[in-house]
């Protein structure tokens, strides 16, 4: 279903690479094998998508 959602109107905007880290960061996930999630609840997409926004 989420990935479903993810792919009818699919739009890029770039962040700046340091939004990133910060935003792995405040999740707890630092180190080099991080990954973003390709798949994400719409809670977690929300707060990420507010985030950058911020930026």
Known sequence: MAREQALRDVRVKMVPPR???EW?????AKGG???FPR???QK???EWQEYADKA
């Open 19 to 21: 939004v990133f880290y």
């Open 24 to 28: 792995i960061e405040r999740q707890k």
């Open 33 to 35: 094998q991080v990954k």
């Open 39 to 41: 798949v994400m609840t």
């Open 44 to 46: 977690k997409f929300r």
